[in-house]
Structure formats: structure tokens, C-alpha cells
């Protein structure tokens, strides 16, 4: 079955850097690949996703890459605010797994001012 | 409503219960999804209904767990003679259809006495 390993498990930052998470996947079927923000007692939040055919996106200061030889992608967050303290979670879907996400398990980001 | 629903958002029940949760999906979406969440945990895959095809049922961690889906839209789990082990919290998703955006409800935390 499909397998994600995210790293890191814990992350603080200080306000204004940068802050990056990475996720590896291991079926080479995985096509979509999403990234979820859940503030502490709140819903997973969609917060971008990217599909095997595009190497980046971006949205404002929030971006995803994907290196799909390699299969992993990465989260980066430029210019971190104390609201983007919450946990980041990465999944990656691929239709040999009927439609199902496999989500990785989480990474605690931490903003401090 | 605009968004996935669930309830009841809280459930305390005595070990050795039944209990049933609900999910009421956003309008037209095909796709829905069940997960748990432990606490300080990542997201564990438990059942997927997609249209009128047979659920993928491999996530249940046991034959306690049961969901239906009835008419496509409105969707229960139902857990049989609780045990504390399946106290966290169940989340319910729904997408367009399978490989698409997935959009969480809020959750119900189960907790067993």
C-alpha cells in the first residue's frame, strides 16, 4: 500500500523566516498531493494542493514542490506569521489505492514572535 | 449548509456501547470519507464511499466499526460495544468525486468511559 513519511515532526521558527516541510511518498502511481493545516481543535484545512504534472505552485506566501523521480514534496511557508503556528499534514492519493489518501503525520509548526 | 457536517460534535458513552456518528456531506460531492484521529495523532483512514460502488472498507480496525451511505448522500459509522481504545476524534470528508479536494467537517469526539 501506499506509504508517506513526513519530516519534521516538530518545527519552530521565528517570525519572518522561512519554514519548510517534506513528505515522501512511495507508489510512483501517487498523482495528487495535497497539504492540510489543522489549527489545534479545529477541522483539517485544504490549504494547496499540486498534481503530478506541475513541479510547483504557488499562493501567496505558501508553495508546494514536487520531485517525482525522487517522490517528495515539500511544503514552504516564506515570511511566517504566528497564525501559521498549527499542524501542517501532507497526503498523497493514487488510484491504485481506490481514491483514498494516505496522509503523512504531521509536522507541529511553531511561530514565535 | 456550504460545508460538511457532523454531529454530535461531542459523545460520551460507557464502554460497552453502541454508538453512531453522522456525516452529512456537501451537496453533489460523491465522494466521502471517514478518518480518526487520536489525540496528538495524524489521520487514520477508515472507509470510503464513492457513488453506488461497494465502500472501500480496509481502513475499519475492527468488525465493531460499520458505515452506510444511504442514498449517497448522508452517511453513518456506527461503532459496537465501545472500548476506551476508540475514544478520539472521527472525521468525515467529502470530495467531488475519488482524487479530488477533500473538505473535513469538524469532527465528534468520542469519548469512552
Known amino acids: 500500500g501506499e506509504n508517506v513519511e513526513q519530516h519534521p515532526s516538530t518545527l519552530s521558527v521565528q517570525e519572518g523566516d522561512s519554514a519548510v516541510i517534506k513528505c515522501t511518498y512511495s507508489?510512483?502511481?501517487?498523482?495528487?498531493f495535497p497539504w492540510y493545516k489543522q489549527e489545534l481543535g479545529k477541522r483539517p484545512q485544504l490549504i494547496i494542493d499540486?498534481?503530478?504534472?506541475?513541479g510547483e505552485k504557488k499562493d501567496q506566501r505558501i508553495a508546494v514542490t514536487l520531485n517525482k523521480t525522487a517522490k517528495h514534496f515539500s511544503l514552504h511557508i516564506t515570511e511566517t506569521q504566528p497564525e501559521d503556528s498549527a499542524v501542517y499534514f501532507c497526503?498523497?492519493?493514487?488510484?491504485?489505492?481506490?481514491?483514498?489518501?494516505?496522509f503523512g503525520t504531521g509536522t507541529q509548526l511553531k511561530v514565535e514572535l | 449548509g456550504a460545508g460538511v457536517s457532523q454531529s454530535p460534535s461531542n459523545k460520551v458513552t460507557e464502554k460497552g456501547k453502541d454508538v453512531e456518528l453522522r456525516c452529512d456531506p456537501i451537496s453533489g460531492h460523491t465522494a466521502l470519507y471517514w478518518y480518526r484521529q487520536s489525540l496528538g495523532q495524524g489521520l487514520e483512514f477508515l472507509i470510503y464511499?464513492?457513488?453506488?460502488?461497494?465502500?472501500?472498507k480496509s481502513g475499519l480496525p475492527s468488525d465493531r466499526f460499520s458505515a452506510e451511505r444511504t442514498g449517497g448522500s448522508v452517511s453513518t459509522l456506527t461503532i459496537q460495544r465501545t472500548q476506551q481504545e476508540d475514544s478520539a476524534v472521527y472525521l468525515c470528508?467529502?470530495?467531488?468525486?475519488?482524487?479530488?479536494?477533500?473538505?473535513f467537517g469538524d469532527g465528534t469526539r468520542l469519548s469512552i468511559l
Open positions: 497526503a498523497a492519493h493514487f488510484t491504485g489505492g481506490g481514491n483514498k489518501l494516505t
Open positions: 499540486i498534481r503530478s504534472n506541475v
Open positions: 464511499f464513492q457513488g453506488n460502488s461497494a465502500p472501500d
Open positions: 470528508a467529502s470530495s467531488l468525486r475519488g482524487g479530488q479536494p477533500q473538505h
Open positions: 507508489d510512483s502511481a501517487s498523482n495528487y
